[in-house]
């Protein structure tokens, strides 16, 4: 089966703590993305990757990170740096960021909540 | 001003009805549109892309893009209680990064 798969579904994280969400598709896909997910906000992008061992920032990068160490894999890390991290995260990949086939495909997402 | 304005809703139809979803933008430059549907605790699911300005139909479902009122609608027809989720549009200029409404929440009635 081919797709994007995120774990674990569901996160729950103490005030403070570190925690890595994982991101994997099977589609041969170059470029990966992570979003953020808020009710009446709408998606809002985290980080994006075009290739392996490179990334930018989106639009709300401001206490998390990633890594791109393989194509087929994109992590997210919500570090205590964040300050609102409960929310519905979103990892999504492309064929062809930049050109015609540039359709976003999304996985399950992973729901974090910070106790 | 946000990039892409999108009526959140709720919109609530009868069965068989045909429904019609609205985005308006203010980036001249967004070339690529794209239509998901996303149920609810779910990722959003891809249902149309469009590229440029003009309609593209897929089944019952309808995308038209007019580039020159900045404006984007998907035509659901013959509504099913299964098309019931939130609907997102998105779009980008470059093919990279996409910028995406808020999602219009639709409820089909049996």
């Known amino acids: 089966d081919g797709g994007i798969t995120q774990s674990p579904k569901y996160l729950f994280r103490k005030e403070g703590q570190n925690v890595t969400l994982s991101c994997e598709q099977n589609l041969n896909h170059d470029a990966m993305y992570w979003y953020r997910q808020d009710p009446g906000q709408g998606l809002r992008l985290i980080y994006y990757s075009q290739i392996v061992n490179d990334f930018q920032k989106g639009d709300i990068a401001e206490g998390y990170s990633v890594s791109r160490e393989k194509k087929e894999s994109f992590p997210l890390t919500v570090t205590s740096a964040q300050k609102n991290p409960t929310a519905f995260y979103l990892c999504?990949?492309?064929?062809?960021?930049?050109?015609?086939?540039?359709?976003?495909?999304f996985g399950p997402g992973t729901r974090l909540t910070v106790l | 001003q946000k990039e892409v304005e999108q009526d959140p809703g709720p919109l609530s139809v009868p069965e068989g009805a045909i429904v019609s979803l609205n985005c308006t933008y203010s980036n001249s430059a967004f070339q690529y549109f794209m239509w998901y549907r996303q149920y609810s605790r779910k990722g959003p699911e891809l249902l149309m892309y469009?590229?440029?300005?003009g309609n593209k139909e897929d089944g019952r479902f309808t995308a038209q893009v007019d580039k020159s009122s900045k404006y984007i609608s998907l035509f659901i027809r013959d509504s099913q209680p299964s098309d019931s989720a939130t609907y997102l549009c998105a779009m980008s200029a470059d093919g990279n990064q996409f910028y995406f409404g808020t999602g219009t929440s639709l409820t089909v009635i049996p």
């Open positions: 469009t590229y440029s300005s």
């Open positions: 999504a990949s492309s064929l062809n960021p930049g050109g015609r086939l540039n359709e976003q495909f």
